[in-house]
């Protein structure tokens, strides 16, 4: 089905703006129909100072300021996924843009997860209608009239999922560029062998389609950020998941590094949030809103 999409799709029908944030290495997007003007934002940054406890919109403001300019009207704001590495702005944009939050339906796993380590309260309900709209794997829309299929691709977490969208895919972070290799997999829910099968679902697909990363963090050898590639360029070049590198090599390589890695910078403030679909939790009775921190617990 996707594949089918791929080869029928026209490039030039639609138009792909990166926005690139230093502070957590995320590559944020608007794609948008040509014809229509009609326009999604996938995976946008809430900037977030961890040692004020603040919050600024000029990230998500770059993105508000290139929609208008370009006179378009944004219909989705999609995530690939319960970030862990940064905030997500969608509430801010849905308030200054419109658009539908959206995530794939395997979110409740990891609301279900997580509420339970942050003890979120009764207000937190975890069956996903923080989101407006829960995809499922194989689902289809259209951004205008740019067909979109969603695939679920789990292993780096049990929700994630990549976006189709004409003939590209953007990835999320199943995987990075080929000098950089794959995302962890030891987050909880994180399966290695699952995320071996989701990036041979995705490097099945025809080899010319162009592949977006939600990050790059510029490996050592190279001195600027990149973030689209090939299936045709992974397949070849891919550090961790080249054609060759079997499944059980793959989860060896995985575990094994995984172990060594810290944790995201900003963890612990992002799942909170993204749970929630780019919410705060709920103010307590002085008014302020708090993000935990659990001790000892991860």
């Not at 997007?29 to 014809?35: G, I, L, M, P, W």
């Not at 990050?215 to 961790?240: K, M, Q, S």
Request: proline content about 5%.
């Amino acid at each position: 089905m996707a594949g089918a999409q791929i080869a029928a799709t026209q490039a030039q029908a639609f138009e792909i703006k990166a926005f690139f944030d230093d502070a957590t290495n995320t590559i944020s997007y608007v794609v948008n129909d040509r014809a229509t003007r009609r326009a999604a934002v996938i995976d946008s940054v809430l900037d977030y100072d961890p040692a004020a406890g603040r919050t600024s919109h000029e990230s998500a403001d770059a993105v508000i300021a290139y929609v208008e300019a370009q006179g378009l009207t944004v219909d989705w704001l999609l995530e690939t996924h319960a970030h862990a590495d940064h905030l997500s702005a969608a509430p801010y944009l849905q308030d200054k843009l419109g658009g539908k939050i959206a995530i794939g339906e395997h979110i409740v796993t990891v609301q279900r997860n997580f509420g339970k380590l942050f003890n979120a309260g009764s207000d937190f309900q975890r069956d996903g209608s923080d989101f407006d709209q829960l995809w499922k794997d194989g689902d289809q829309f259209r951004i205008g009239e740019i067909p979109v299929t969603v695939l679920h691709v789990p292993g780096h977490t049990p929700a994630d999922s990549a976006y189709v969208i004409g003939d590209a895919v953007f990835v999320g972070d199943t995987m990075f560029m080929p000098d950089y290799g794959t995302a962890r997999a030891d987050f909880p829910g994180g399966d290695a062998r699952q995320l071996f099968r989701s990036l041979r679902r995705i490097l099945d697909l025809p080899p010319q389609t162009r592949l977006f990363m939600c990050h790059d963090y510029l490996p050592e050898g190279r001195d600027n950020y990149v973030w689209e590639t090939t299936v045709a360029d992974e397949r070849a070049h891919n550090i961790h998941a080249h054609d060759g590198v079997s499944e059980d090599e793959f989860v060896a390589m995985r575990e094994a590094r995984d172990i060594a890695l810290s944790m995201p910078r900003l963890i612990m403030p992002s799942i909170q949030v993204n749970m929630r679909a780019g919410h705060m939790p709920e103010p307590e009775d002085n008014g302020i809103r708090y993000l935990k921190i659990p001790v000892n617990a991860v």
